[in-house]
């Protein structure tokens, strides 16, 4: 069992920059592949960035590429995204998930969520 916790989301104007932190209650934290996704109103969960188990390999969304950056620190059972150039379009509540799987950019692939934090972004 995983519990996930994020942090760091509020408001920012377009431009800005945010640092989203995911505390994780894993004994064996460093051997889950670890994700953002973000969920718009009315709009389905979608994926954002992934980091693989020793942090070796990082998967983007299209919409994120060189703008956000993942990283994990597993001494410390956290996983980062680092959100820079922020964008209305960014505007979601943003999600932490948890997965077994090596690597995975599909929602159906991980198991375990946080609550999400909201973000909002400025025109």
């Known amino acids: 069992q995983v519990q996930l916790a994020e942090s760091g989301g509020g408001l920012v104007q377009t431009g800005g920059s945010l640092r989203l932190s995911c505390a994780a209650s894993?004994?064996?934290?460093?051997?889950?592949?670890l994700a953002w996704f973000r969920q718009a109103p009315g709009e389905e969960r979608k994926f954002v960035a992934a980091i693989s188990w020793a942090g070796a390999r990082t998967y983007y969304g299209d919409s994120v590429k060189g703008r956000f950056t993942i990283s994990r620190d597993n001494a410390k059972n956290t996983v980062y995204l680092q959100m820079n150039s922020l964008k209305p379009e960014d505007t979601a509540v943003y999600y932490c998930?948890?997965?077994?799987?090596?690597?995975?950019?599909?929602?159906?692939?991980?198991?375990?969520w946080g609550q999400g934090t909201q973000v909002t972004v400025s025109s």
């Open positions: 894993a004994r064996t934290f460093s051997s889950y592949t």
């Open positions: 998930a948890a997965s077994k799987r090596p690597i995975a950019t599909v929602k159906d692939d991980y198991d375990y």
